[in-house]
Each structure stands twice: as structure tokens, then as C-alpha cells.
């Protein structure tokens, strides 16, 4: 069993080099080499009848040789193949043919690996360390045919086809005075090319983080207080706009919208109370005595009734947004605005 395991691949017509020399160690193993370089036994003329014996048994142990190892590498052939050269009378016979025609085809082969090795050129959408190995490969190649490639030309040659994107590594590598050997040149194309994976991560994230829609919340709650302690009082005005009745929704709480430039506060209420006409959609002077009670505890007259905000019981809120904690407060000057346009609830 452990015979097998040195058995070459099946040649079909291709690699015969490397398929010869595993087929010459198979037949050094089988001890059958012998007959490709030892010719046949021929008995001398002038052999004396004692010695016919000894020449007909060397004779005869060359031909079991010959017809092992001719078998052997047989075998070793593909079916087309072996049925093309199964003709030839001897193993020495098979073996020279077979070098005669692909020995001569794989000396073609060496100025193609030479080809490949000019045309070679790296892309990004490969890993730059393993195209960089197929290189090397292709250079041993040309060198196992006996063409030297000295190894700072092999090293100026894998720097020059490193892929586009590599340009600035590329000139980093060519303005180098020191020189260095191909194990070094493959570490640093190791190394710079986890790092161009690490930088490619991290601009993946953080190009998610930044298109990621951003959801903002805050819910402002103002504290409960009577109007007669609002240290924001504004002045008191002589005269008060109301919508029927003398009733003011105080807000209890907003949300924030994200994408807008301040806040737009629907206050749910029914009835407000505003000293400023313009705020109103419809208004008509107020015919009968009403009056609403102030914040300062007295009362003034109502001047006009009218319906709605002028943006339809929704106002806007100044609103700065920190920028980088994503919090949110309230200008000084809006609680003015707050006073101003819904008044206390006495």
C-alpha cells in the first residue's frame, strides 16, 4: 500500500516534465529503472558452454524487468495514450518516444510561461498576496526550464504589476534604496493589504451610520405653575382676543420631528387666548361685555373673537438642536413667545 502512494498522476498529455520525474522515483521504488539505461543482455560468441547458463538467466531477469517497468509506465497514461504507445516493443523504447514528443512540445511551453509571466497583471478584484504567489509560480516555472530570473528582478516585477489602486504603495516601493528579498516584499503585501481591509470596514460602517435614518424624540413637560409666580411674565396688555370663551389649553408635552429647523407644536386645545390679531384666520370685533381674568389677577375687555391660529392651532417653536448629544431645548425668547400667544390659566 505504501508502494501506491508514489504512484504519479495519470498523464494525459500535459505537465510532462513534472509527470517524468514522478514516473522515474515510481519505477527507482519498483527497482525497474535500471532497464531504461541498461541495454538488453547478448550472450558473446566466444561464451564457453558453462557460462550460457549465467547469461541466459541475466537475460531473462532484463526481460521480467522490462516487461514491469514498459507496464509501469503504461499504466501511467492515460487510456488514448496507453493504447497509442502500448505498440512499442521495449520500456526504453515507450520512454524515449514519449521524450521525443513531449519534451519537445513543453520546450514551446517555455517561451509560453515566459509570455504569461511578461503579461501577468494584478486586479483589484483579487487578493494582491495570493496574485502575487501565482507570479512567483510562473517564475519557477521559467526557471525549472534553465532560464535564470534573478530574484530583485523578480521583486521589480511584482511591485510593477501591482493593481491600479496600489499606486501610491507602488511608488513607495520603488523609491526604497535598501534592498530587500521576495519573503519581505510578500509580508508587506500582506500586511498593507489587511490594512486596506480594516480601512474598507470601517468606511462601510461608518458610511451606514451616516445614511441610517436618524429617529429624534424629545417630549418637553413645563412644569405646573399658577401665572401669578411665572417669573417669564410678560407685560399685560389692555385688551385680549378670544375664541368664545375664556378658557386657555395649556401643552403638556411636544415630540420633535427630525429634518426640520425648529418645532411645530399642535397644542390640541380648543379655546385660546392671544393678545396678537394676526394670529388669527378669521376675527370680528366682539359686540358683547366679555372679559377674561389676567394673569395679574384683574381683568380686561375682549377685543374680538375669531377661529384658529392663522396655521391652524399649530404654532412654531424656536428650538436649537445640540448637534452632537442629539438634545434639544428651547430658546430663552421662545418662553416669551409661549406667554405671549397662550396666556395662564388663573
Not at 175 to 192: A, D, G, N, P, Y
Not at 266 to 282: E, I, L, N, Q, S
Request: with cysteine; hydrophobic share 35%; glycine share 4%.
Amino acid at each position: 500500500m505504501s508502494n501506491d502512494l508514489n504512484k504519479p498522476f495519470r498523464f494525459e498529455g500535459a505537465h510532462f516534465k513534472r509527470w517524468k520525474q514522478k514516473m522515474q522515483f515510481f519505477l527507482t521504488v519498483k527497482k525497474v529503472h535500471s532497464v531504461l539505461t541498461v541495454p538488453r543482455p547478448v550472450i558473446p560468441d566466444n561464451a564457453e558452454q558453462d557460462d550460457l547458463v549465467y547469461w541466459n538467466s541475466e537475460i531473462e531477469t532484463w526481460n521480467e524487468t522490462d516487461f514491469m517497468c514498459k507496464n509501469y509506465i503504461l499504466n501511467g497514461l492515460s487510456d488514448n495514450l496507453y493504447d497509442y504507445y502500448n505498440l512499442e516493443n521495449t520500456a526504453k523504447d515507450l520512454w524515449d518516444a514519449l521524450q521525443k514528443k513531449y519534451d519537445t512540445e513543453e520546450a514551446g511551453a517555455k517561451k509560453y510561461a515566459v509570455s504569461r509571466y511578461l503579461k501577468f497583471q494584478m486586479t483589484d478584484d483579487k487578493s494582491v498576496e495570493v496574485q502575487s504567489h501565482e507570479l512567483q509560480k510562473i517564475a519557477h516555472e521559467i526557471i525549472s526550464e534553465g532560464m535564470a530570473l534573478d530574484e530583485q528582478f523578480q521583486i521589480a516585477v511584482i511591485i510593477d504589476k501591482l493593481p491600479p489602486s496600489w499606486k501610491d504603495f507602488k511608488n513607495s516601493l520603488r523609491h526604497k534604496t535598501k534592498e530587500f528579498s521576495l519573503e519581505s516584499l510578500i509580508t508587506r503585501l500582506r500586511i498593507e493589504e489587511e490594512s486596506r481591509k480594516q480601512d474598507q470596514k470601517e468606511e462601510v460602517l461608518q458610511l451606514s451610520a451616516n445614511n441610517a435614518p436618524k429617529r429624534s424624540a424629545a417630549v418637553l413637560k413645563p412644569a405646573g405653575h399658577m401665572a401669578r409666580k411665572c417669573r417669564n411674565m410678560p407685560n399685560p396688555v389692555p385688551q385680549a382676543s378670544m375664541i368664545e370663551e375664556p378658557l386657555v389649553a395649556m401643552i403638556t408635552e411636544i415630540n420633535l420631528i427630525g429634518g426640520s429647523e425648529g418645532w411645530w407644536v399642535d397644542t390640541g386645545a380648543t379655546r385660546h387666548v392671544c393678545y396678537d390679531r394676526r394670529m388669527f384666520k378669521t376675527y370680528s370685533e366682539n359686540t358683547d361685555d366679555k372679559k377674561v381674568l389676567l394673569g395679574d389677577s384683574h381683568s380686561t375687555n375682549v377685543a374680538g373673537i375669531g377661529k384658529g391660529y392663522a396655521t391652524d392651532g399649530m404654532f412654531k417653536l424656536n428650538v436649537e438642536i445640540n448637534k452632537i448629544s442629539d438634545s434639544a431645548y428651547m430658546l430663552s425668547s421662545s418662553v416669551n413667545i409661549w406667554h405671549a400667544r397662550l396666556c395662564h390659566s388663573g
